[in-house]
T-cell receptor, first 114, second 114 residues
Framework: SQTIHQWPATLVQPVGSPLSLECTVE??????LYWYRQAAGRGLQLLFY??????ISSEVPQNLSASRPQDRQFILSSKKLLLSDSGFYLC?????????????FGEGSWLTVV | AQSVTQPDIHITVSEGASLELRCNYS??????LFWYVQSPGQGLQLLLK??????LVQGIKGFEAEFKRSQSSFNLRKPSVHWSDAAEYFC????????????FGRGTSLIVHP
C-alpha cells in the first residue's frame, strides 16, 4: 500500500529564517505530488504541483519554492520567511495515470512564523 | 473552469441525528467528485468518491453521497451522527484525465452536540 510522510510536524521559525518541509511517498512510482497551504478559515490553497522529477508548477506567486530531487520526494522551501507564511502545510500525492485524480494527503506540518 | 460551492460554513447537529452536507459543483462534463474529512490538526482523509456508475456512493465511517447531475450536486449524508464525526468536511471536483487537479470547496465545519 501507499503511504505519505511529511516532516516536521510542527515548526516555529523567526521572520527572515529559511524553511524546508520534506515529503516522501512510498509504495508507488512516478506519482503526481502537491503542496497545499491551509490558513485559518480559508480552505485549501494549492501552492505547487509536480508531475515528475525536476518539473514544478507554481500556482501562486509568493515567497516559497518547491523542488523534486527524487521521484517520490517533494520539498517546500523558503529563503526568508514572512509572518504571512504561517499556516498548515499539506503534502499530497495522486496516481499519474489518466484516471488518477484522487488526491491523498499527508498529516500536515504546522508552521508558525514569529 | 471547474468550481465547488459548499454553501454552509458551519453545521450543528445533535448526536444521533441525521446529517446532510451540501456541495454544488460547476464542470462542463461528467466530473470526478470527492468528499474528504479533516480532524483538527490532521491531514485530509478521503471519505468517498464518484467516478461513474451508481450515483449513490458508499464511503467509510457510514457516510454516503449522491451524485445528481440535474442539480449539479454531490451531497454527503449520514443517517446517525456520532460525536467523533465533528470535523471539517471538504467537497472536491476533478476533471477526467490525470492532468486535472481537483478543486476543493471552502469546507463545512460540523459541530456535534451531545
Amino acid at each position: 500500500s501507499q503511504t505519505i510522510h511529511q516532516w516536521p510536524a510542527t515548526l516555529v521559525q523567526p521572520v527572515g529564517s529559511p524553511l524546508s518541509l520534506e515529503c516522501t511517498v512510498e509504495g508507488t512510482s512516478n506519482p503526481n505530488l502537491y503542496w497545499y497551504r491551509q490558513a485559518a478559515g480559508r480552505g485549501l490553497q494549492l501552492l505547487f504541483y509536480s508531475v515528475g522529477i525536476g518539473q514544478i508548477s507554481s500556482e501562486v506567486p509568493q515567497n516559497l519554492s518547491a523542488s523534486r530531487p527524487q521521484d517520490r520526494q517533494f520539498i517546500l522551501s523558503s529563503k526568508k520567511l514572512l509572518l504571512s507564511d504561517s499556516g498548515f502545510y499539506l503534502c499530497a500525492w495522486s496516481w499519474s495515470g489518466p484516471s488518477g485524480n484522487t488526491i491523498y494527503f499527508g498529516e500536515g506540518s504546522w508552521l508558525t512564523v514569529v | 473552469a471547474q468550481s465547488v460551492t459548499q454553501p454552509d460554513i458551519h453545521i450543528t447537529v445533535s448526536e444521533g441525528a441525521s446529517l446532510e452536507l451540501r456541495c454544488n459543483y460547476s464542470y462542463g462534463a461528467t466530473p470526478y467528485l470527492f468528499w474528504y474529512v479533516q480532524s483538527p490538526g490532521q491531514g485530509l482523509q478521503l471519505l468517498l468518491k464518484y467516478f461513474s456508475g451508481d450515483t449513490l456512493v458508499q464511503g467509510i465511517k457510514g457516510f454516503e453521497a449522491e451524485f445528481k447531475r440535474s442539480q449539479s450536486s454531490f451531497n454527503l449524508r449520514k443517517p446517525s451522527v456520532h460525536w467523533s464525526d465533528a470535523a471539517e468536511y471538504f467537497c472536491a471536483v476533478g476533471g477526467r484525465g490525470g492532468s486535472y487537479i481537483p478543486t476543493f470547496g471552502r469546507g463545512t465545519s460540523l459541530i456535534v452536540h451531545p
